[in-house]
């Protein structure tokens, strides 16, 4: 066991890291005490320098930066133990946002703590938290997720495990991916409520709520742009609860079982299947007829 006492002075001369969100769209959320430490610390190491170059540039901050990313985490990662190891104090930022959440720093953290350096962070900017206060939906309790896998087999599993929790669940997407993330989650969790969140804090911000057949509805009719923040409603007790015996099946193969056992032509299979799954009989149609 180990106790951090962060504003203690220390036996040893090591050095501190902290971490310090970023504002991820209005550089007036940037707090004063942030823009101190990083004035403050020997060292910025940054996950896009070029990016953290602006913010420093706005707030007149001449630390030093250095990178650390995904791409160079574990060469750069020991650079960074070693300084904080000579006594120097390390900020750790990501290009907007909160440090380890869906971006570098939870390498570092770890490797940190197991020195016994201190891990000082700071509270600040982050768009999963920003998103559901506004989303209309539950914020008693959450559930954070981020990205979902990339690959569409992958994904399926991931909301498999994801389908029975009962609190509002928060995702991450990119524009040219979510339409097609939204339609895995309607197949895989049903038509629930929904709010999606672009350019969070920036002039264009905006928020959709709605269902979720009704958002991707808006996928197809509008242009979509900037980084999103999805915020779909949790389970409820009676779709836990209840038996439901195609759960495993693929769409095709529910269709299947319908024309099979129950005789029915594809165009009443597929009416059938859409009811069942709570999907758009034309989203049911495609994937069958793909």
Known sequence: MWQQKSFEEKEEDIGSLYL?????????DMTFRAVKILKEVDVIAAEDTRQTKKLCVHFEIDT???????????????????ALREGRNVALVSDAGTPAISDPGYELV???LAEGISVIPLPGANAAITALIASGL???HFYYYGFLNRQKKERKKE?????????????????????EMLKHVLEQLGDRKIAIC??????????????????????????????????VDGASEVH???NIWWENLSINEHVEH????????????????????????????AEYHK
């Open 110 to 112: 770890v490797d940190c």
């Open 20 to 28: 310090i969100p970023t504002p991820i769209g209005n550089l007036e």
């Open 198 to 231: 672009r350019e969070l804090t920036k002039r264009y911000e905006e928020f959709i709520r709605g269902t979720i057949s009704e958002v991707i509805e808006w996928c197809q009719s509008s242009q979509v742009r900037g980084e999103f923040c999805v915020v």
């Open 64 to 82: 030093k930066l250095v990178s650390y990313h995904d791409h160079n985490k574990r060469g750069s990662g020991e650079k960074l133990l070693q």
């Open 138 to 140: 539950n914020t008693q």
């Open 258 to 285: 319908y024309i099979e056992e129950k005789q029915l032509s594809s165009k009443e299979a597929i009416k059938e299947v859409a009811k069942e799954r709570q999907l758009p009989k034309r989203d049911v149609y």
């Open 240 to 242: 836990i609860t209840e």
């Open 159 to 179: 909301l498999e495990q994801l389908k029975n929790i009962q609190v509002p669940i928060i995702f991450y997407e990119s524009p040219h991916r979510l339409e």
